[in-house]
């Protein structure tokens, strides 16, 4: 097939894209691949165009020329160009206000990968915690092994808002992606409707009636269908009590990420009204660690005046200076999911459920604690000193 709506500037360089591409996808080390006069035909242009393009290829040692043979595949391609697992984390795992999950999940799939013999590439874009604003995928690198049809299969750990750029061209590769997100086809994440479910019920059970809740919804995108399933499954539980919800005790409107959210969020709840909550459920980690501040700010004692129950990655090291209920996720078995999933797609067998959903263990107080307080209040409270210190907010 004649290719015909090259740019006329830079036609080597064009050529040898499409090139590289093509072999990295369809050709193996030492298979021969078409002559310069065959490709001049197909490309439409001169020979010596041809010819600079494949140099291009030559110079990376992705071709070999061998002179009264012919042209074949490089019996070493270079590792930046052979076909791998790409596992993409947008949020930046410097800042430290990115939570434990997005900073360990990535790293720990990697391992899994190269543990089960697949080629595998950590990508890591620089997208600053709590930034949810449209800006397009940080990660040029990602888009550029896209481009040049590097992949074999995607862990992507993405906004919503950045899916057009990298997972619509994936999937017209045919190439399988999986995620938490609910754009991705193949979907792996932590039950949240649950987490909402189990933590409302964990705090009735201990006869909490004035319950509140404090998570992160993030914003739909324009025209796309809103749905808040950990506030589902907690009204859920209340409903089915009888206790009513109060809505001023219901705060999902600053993402973890922003400096004082927890913090903020806690205090806004604590001066809706003269009567306080007597429970408080936190469905993020990263919100804790500034509820629990401004908790010792305000003097609240718990469990006596708030019992408290909070979302929790295993591994993290969350602790805090009173006791508190952990609804744990299992990182090693949610990467072992997701593992399990891109690897059966990636080896063409079928997959029974294309959307799986990790489910929480809930750790009573003591259990989560191990009663060791005290020990961590000194600790703790430093580390949460330091969030509230970057608080948008006044004095308490």
Known sequence: MVVRNLHRPNLSRQIAEILRAEIIADFSPGRRIPVARELAKRFDVSFETVRGGLNLLAEDGLIECRPGRGIFVGNRIPAHWRKHVGVLCEWDISDPHVSYFYRRAPQQLVRFFRKAGA??????????????????????????????????????????????????PLRAQHIPVVGPSQNCAYRVEHDTEALGRMGGEYLLRHGRRRIALMQWMIPALAGAPQRDPVNDGFQAALAAAGVPVNERWVRHDLPPGAPGAGWEELRE?????????????????????????????????????????????????????????????????????????????LRGEPVENPQVLVPCELLDAEEASDGSHEAAKSANEMEMASTVSESRSGDL
């Open 269 to 345: 709840i604590w001066v809706a009204d003269k009567e306080k909550p007597d429970g408080l459920l936190v469905c993020d980690d990263m919100l804790f660690l500034g509820a629990a501040m401004a908790i010792c700010q305000l003097g609240i004692r718990v469990p006596e005046d708030l019992l408290v129950a909070t979302f929790s990655t295993k591994g993290s090291g969350l602790s805090s200076p009173f006791p508190v209920a952990k609804l744990a996720l299992d990182l090693n078995d949610y990467v072992q999911t997701m593992g399990e999933v891109l690897l059966k797609l």
């Open 119 to 168: 080629a595998v590439r950590l990508y890591a874009g620089h997208l600053p915690a709590g930034d949810y604003a449209s800006h397009p995928l940080t990660c040029t690198e990602f888009l550029e092994a896209i481009e040049r049809h590097q992949l074999s299969g995607a862990v992507a750990f993405a906004p919503d808002h950045t899916f057009p750029q990298w997972y619509e």
